[in-house]
């Protein structure tokens, strides 16, 4: 009797993709914003502060304004829907509980979809090691800025019945835009007197031309990187070099609100803002719909198998595979016919439609082989048995 043991290697496989955080274009009928419960990636509809009337004790909100922004029409690949958003600033005075005539609209981002699970820290958007991208287009059409405008990340909220900005002191973790002391776009980290206030300015002025701004925040042990861009190509990814602001030593924060609005100090200067994402690569701020495949194979496989790699479809988009000893391929799903064990490690695709290539996604394949020799284990106790002829 022979026990034999074939030892093998088992590999895992493993999937990366990028991922539309939130998305929203505004596509509501003109009005009020309150209420409005569209695009991707929210939980509930936009608020607004029941303290935020007028002297006749009528409700003041952001409005959703027609048309909408016309960044798409001057930088083909930017894909645009619905209609715009106009942070209302203080065109009535005398607001009911609001002294500052700051009118803002909040709204909860959904963390409960599975791809955004690995992002999160305690709940909140922000886990160490993951990199998140914001992005909006964003002007002031009446020019010259007397006030502030843009978008604040916020994480948690004190109820808007108690306070109409949501416990800026407490709960503000970052401002994009227009900030009240200066006249250029900027990342600021500002909320009346916290600890870790930081203001990046850059030298583009606020005016009636349409920004396209994007932030990325490389989250870290400890404070934050972040990085700004204004007006970059859609043709890639920007780099680090191109960025017009680079801050190092950006707070150590989480986030899971977002809020939009400005104050403003003449009854025609009215921020508007749209196209507002949040996503994990920057093809997905210039096109929603971008996500990068799913990256998968066959594997494990055995040395001389075929190893069969497979790209999920991204509609309208071509390939581009890389992997170990020198692979490439622009096949959505190429295939290695007589594999050696120098096939084996990590598989990484990318999608591009149009100019903008997506984040790459990646799959590590492990090749099993058999033991260098056979072991062969004896049992510890045998009876041999045998007649003798006498
Ligand atoms: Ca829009
Ligand atoms: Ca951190």
Known sequence: ??????????????????????????????????????????????????????????PLDSHVVT?????????????????????????????????????????????????????????????????????????????????????????????????????????????????????????????????????????????????????????????????????????????NASAVVTQTAFLDFRFDTVQAGSTNFGSTEVLEIDEFRIATSFGELVDPSRAAPTASSNGPICVGGSLQLFASTVPGATYAWTGPHGFTSTQQNPSIPSTTAAAAGTYAVTATVGAVTSTEATVTVSLGADAAAPSVTAPAALTVTQSICN
């Not at 808007?160 to 600021?188: I, Y």
């Open 1 to 58: 009797m022979r026990i034999v043991t074939v030892l093998m290697v088992l590999g895992i496989s493993r999937a990366a993709s990028a991922t539309v955080i939130a998305s929203e274009g505004f596509a509501y009928s003109a009005g009020n914003l309150a209420g409005a419960n569209g695009g991707v990636g929210w939980n509930g509809a936009w608020l607004n502060s029941p303290l935020n009337v007028d002297a006749m004790g009528m």
């Open 67 to 239: 048309p909408d922004s016309t960044y798409a029409a001057t930088h083909p690949g930017f894909v645009s829907s619905g209609n715009k958003f106009n942070g209302y600033g203080t065109q009535t005075p005398n607001l009911t509980g609001n002294p500052s005539h700051d009118v803002r609209a909040f709204r909860f981002i959904d963390l409960t979809p599975p791809e955004v699970t690995p992002l999160l820290d305690a709940g909140r958007l922000g886990k160490d090691g993951t990199s998140i991208w914001v992005g909006f287009v964003s002007r002031l059409a009446s020019g010259t800025s007397g006030g502030h405008g843009g978008v604040h990340l916020y994480d948690g909220l004190t109820p808007l019945d108690q306070d109409p900005l949501g416990g800026k002191l407490a709960h503000e973790r970052v401002f994009m835009g227009d900030r009240a002391s200066n006249t250029v776009w900027c990342l600021e980290r500002a909320c009346g007197g916290c600890m870790g206030a930081t203001s990046d300015d850059t030298n583009v002025q606020v005016n009636g031309t349409l920004r396209f701004l994007v932030y990325r925040f490389d989250f870290l042990p400890g404070n934050e990187t972040v990085r700004m861009w204004i007006d970059p190509p859609l043709t890639g990814t920007p780099t």
